[in-house]
C-alpha cells in the first residue's frame, strides 16, 4: 500500500488536500502512464505495422520480380526453342540441299552416260548401215550431183586431161605448161572446177584398171610445191588405192579392208557436218569416213596418179541432182 506524503504536502500549502482528490491524482497519474505506454505500445504496433507493411510490399515486388524474371526465362526458353527448331529447319534444309546436290550429280552422270550410250548406238547404227547394200545409193537422195569437170590450170604439167576436162591420164614426158600458183608442182595432182563452202555434194569417178590413185577433197588453199604430206591437218581428206592396197591418208595412214575392188569409187562431202565418205558404187558398200572436224575455207574434188602405168581417172557424168537437204 503506497504511503502518501500528506506532511510534505501539507507544508507547501495544501493541508486541505483530500484523499479522494489525491486518489483521483493518482488514479489520473496512472492513466497518463497507462497513455504514455499504450503510445509507446500504438508505437511500436505501429513500427510493427509499417514493417509488415514493407513486408508485405517487399514480397510483392520480390513476387513481381520472380514473375518478370520466371517471364523472361520463359521467353527465353521460347526463344531457344525457336532458335533449336529454326537450326533444325536449317540442318534439315542442308542435308535436303546436298541430297538435291547428291541426287543432282547422280542425275547428271546418269545422263552423261545415256548421251555416250545414244553416241555409241547411233556409231553403230550409222555404221550398220553403211555396212549394207543400197546404202550409198539411198544417201545419194540427200546430196547435190554435180557435173564435175577438171580445172587444169591446176594440173601437174605429168597429168593429161581430156577435152572435156572428165578424163585424167599420165602423160610422159611432161607437158610445157605455163607456170600458175594454182598449178601442183610436187606432187602430180588436179583439182576439180567445184568450189564447196556449204552444202552437201555428190560425184562418182571411174577408176576400172588404174591401180595407182588418190581421191578426196583438199582445202583450196593447199601447198602445190615444195614436200607436201597429204594429211587431214594438212588440208587433205584422201584416200588411196597403191600396190594393191587402200589407205585412209590420215595421220597416221589408216589401212582398209574392202570386200571388192572397186570399178567406181562415189565421194560423199557434207560441208557442214565436216564429213567425207567414200563409197563402193559397184556394192555400195562403205568404203571409209573422216572422223568429224570443221572444215575451214573452200574445198575442191582432188584427183592424184602415181606413174604412167596409173591407168585413167574417170568422173561419171550422173544424172544432175539439185535437191539440197
Same mark, same amino acid.
Given at each position: 500500500m503506497i504511503k502518501l506524503p500528506t506532511v510534505s504536502l501539507a507544508a507547501i500549502g495544501y493541508e486541505k488536500f483530500l484523499w479522494k482528490n489525491i486518489t483521483e491524482l493518482l488514479k489520473t497519474g496512472m492513466l497518463i502512464i497507462g497513455i504514455y505506454y499504450c503510445r509507446k505500445i500504438y508505437k511500436k504496433l505501429d513500427d510493427l505495422q @509499417? @514493417?509488415? %507493411?514493407? =513486408?508485405? &510490399?517487399? @514480397?510483392? %515486388?520480390? &513476387?513481381? @520480380?520472380?514473375?518478370y524474371s520466371l517471364d523472361k526465362i520463359k521467353a527465353t526458353i521460347d526463344k531457344g526453342e525457336q532458335d533449336k527448331y529454326k537450326i533444325k529447319q536449317e540442318k534439315d534444309n542442308i542435308a535436303q540441299e546436298k541430297d538435291n546436290i547428291a541426287l543432282e550429280k547422280e542425275l547428271n552422270k546418269e545422263i552423261e552416260q545415256l548421251k555416250k550410250e545414244i553416241e555409241r548406238k547411233k556409231a553403230q547404227f550409222k555404221s550398220a548401215w553403211r555396212e549394207i547394200p543400197l546404202y550409198a545409193d539411198w544417201r545419194k537422195e540427200e546430196f547435190q550431183t554435180v557435173k564435175l569437170t577438171l580445172d587444169a590450170a591446176t594440173a601437174h604439167p605429168a597429168l593429161f586431161l581430156s577435152e572435156e576436162g572428165r578424163i585424167v591420164t599420165w602423160q610422159e614426158p611432161c607437158q610445157e605448161l605455163p607456170s600458175s600458183p594454182e598449178r601442183f608442182v610436187s606432187?602430180? $595432182? !588436179?583439182? =576439180? &572446177?567445184l568450189y564447196v563452202?556449204? =552444202?552437201?555434194?555428190?560425184?562418182? !569417178?571411174? !577408176? &576400172?584398171?588404174?591401180?595407182?590413185? %588418190?581421191? =578426196? !577433197? $583438199?582445202?583450196?588453199?593447199?601447198?602445190?610445191?615444195?614436200?607436201?604430206t597429204m594429211s587431214p591437218q594438212n588440208g587433205f581428206r584422201v584416200i588411196r588405192l597403191y600396190d594393191g592396197e587402200y589407205w585412209g591418208l590420215t595421220s597416221p595412214e589408216t589401212s582398209l579392208t574392202l570386200k571388192e575392188k572397186p570399178c567406181r569409187v562415189g565421194v560423199f562431202l557434207d560441208y557442214e557436218a565436216g564429213d567425207v565418205s567414200f563409197y563402193n558404187m559397184t556394192d555400195e558398200s562403205h568404203i571409209y569416213t573422216f572422223s568429224k572436224q570443221a572444215f575451214y575455207g573452200g574445198l575442191r574434188p582432188l584427183f592424184r596418179l602415181w606413174s604412167s602405168d596409173s591407168g585413167p581417172l574417170v568422173i561419171v557424168q550422173v544424172e544432175e541432182n539439185t535437191t539440197m537437204l
Open positions: @509499417k @514493417k509488415i %507493411d514493407k =513486408g508485405e &510490399q517487399d @514480397k510483392y %515486388d520480390f &513476387q513481381k @520480380k520472380f514473375e606432187i602430180p $595432182c !588436179v583439182l =576439180g &572446177q563452202s556449204s =552444202g552437201r555434194y555428190f560425184w562418182e !569417178v571411174e !577408176v &576400172q584398171d588404174a591401180h595407182s590413185w %588418190d581421191l =578426196g !577433197v $583438199c582445202r583450196n588453199n593447199v601447198a602445190r610445191t615444195g614436200r607436201v
